[in-house]
């Protein structure tokens, strides 16, 4: 009877899994209130966030650069695996190398697959 609860919690627990996860470079949430639309220089947010995330080209003066990080924790069990953990997001549009626009957000994110 012992053995047959034994190898019975043995299989539900070899059944489970945990997995910790980050996806990207984590920057400084906090310096992103120093940015000022039109005064910010491409040179500045290198300095203060490092290299972004992702480059893109939009126009022969104009490009986007987005820094994005996500941390987190996945757990698997038989049948279904859920996510959960923080994510933050800079988007920041740079025109002949000034900063033009950007867009912020972070929190919390969660997701279940069954």
Known sequence: MKFSI???VTLLLGACATSNYSVG?????DKV???TKGETTADEILSWFGQPFSKSTISATEEKWVYSYI????KAVVGSVTSTGTTKTLDVLIEDGVVVNYTFSE??????VN
């Open 71 to 74: 941390e987190g924790q996945a």
């Open 33 to 35: 209130p120093q940015i």
């Open 6 to 8: 034994l190898l019975i």
């Open 25 to 29: 470079r984590d920057f400084p949430a």
């Open 107 to 112: 929190g919390p994110m969660s997701s279940s």
